[in-house]
T-cell receptor
Framework: DGGITQSPKYLFRKEGQNVTLSCEQNLNHDAMYWYRQDPGQGLRLIYYSQIVNDFQKGDIAEGYSVSREKKESFPLTVTSAQKNPTAFYLC?????????????FGQGTRLTVV | AQSVTQLGSHVSVSEGALVLLRCNYSSSVPPYLFWYVQYPNQGLQLLLKYTSAATLVKGINGFEAEFKKSETSFHLTKPSAHMSDAAEYFCAVSRGGGYNKLIFGAGTRLAVHP
């Protein structure tokens, strides 16, 4: 079945550590996105990418980094510079054929700082 | 700049009652609008989308939404609530510009009681 796979489902980070969240899609989508979800705030865009080896900052990119070495993969690294990383992280992709294209979401990774 | 406002962070209805979830948007360009549903600890699933075709849009699970330009609204309705409709619902607008970057509302949590 085609879809987006995020791993791990739960992740715990110690203060000062970098952690990487995985996102893989087999939908052959060009565009991929990372969103952060906090209670009562909806989803906010962290980074997005339309093609391999190219990505753009979203609204809240500080403290995060990404790479897009393969079309199907878009990992997100939460660095120690992110002061409040505890949140639910969602990866999405779409075919990027134009505005209004349906975005497909993964099941999310819940990151907790311990 | 586009924005989305969802009125009511929590809505509670009886099983069989009408569901009405409110969404107002602000957009300087013709908007593409979406409603997504999220079940606990899950990703988002598209319910329906408006892309300038019909103003009354029918989606999955018996939901529909009406685009009203004069009111800048895109409210989500369902004639008869089911217990399985209990979830969080997000309204979103696409920013355009070649990417399908979404701006989300804060979400409305729907509770359905017997």
């Amino acid at each position: 079945d085609g879809g987006i796979t995020q791993s791990p489902k739960y992740l715990f980070r110690k203060e000062g550590q970098n952690v990487t969240l995985s996102c893989e899609q087999n939908l052959n989508h060009d565009a991929m996105y990372w969103y952060r979800q906090d209670p009562g705030q909806g989803l906010r865009l962290i980074y997005y990418s339309q093609i391999v080896n190219d990505f753009q900052k979203g609204d809240i990119a500080e403290g995060y980094s990404v790479s897009r070495e393969k079309k199907e993969s878009f990992p997100l690294t939460v660095t120690s510079a992110q002061k409040n990383p505890t949140a639910f992280y969602l990866c999405a992709s779409d075919s990027s054929t134009g505005t209004g294209t349906e975005a497909f979401f993964g099941q999310g990774t819940r990151l907790t700082v311990v | 700049a586009q924005s989305v406002t969802q009125l009511g962070s929590h809505v509670s209805v009886s099983e069989g009652a009408l569901v009405l979830l409110r969404c107002n948007y602000s957009s300087s360009v013709p908007p593409y609008l979406f409603w997504y549903v999220q079940y606990p600890n899950q990703g988002l699933q598209l319910l329906l989308k408006y892309t300038s075709a019909a103003t009354l849009v029918k989606g999955i699970n018996g939901f529909e939404a009406e685009f009203k330009k004069s009111e800048t609204s895109f409210h989500l309705t369902k004639p008869s609530a089911h217990m399985s409709d209990a979830a969080e619902y997000f309204c979103a607008v696409s920013r355009g510009g070649g990417y399908n970057k979404l701006i989300f509302g804060a979400g409305t949590r729907l509770a359905v009681h017997p």
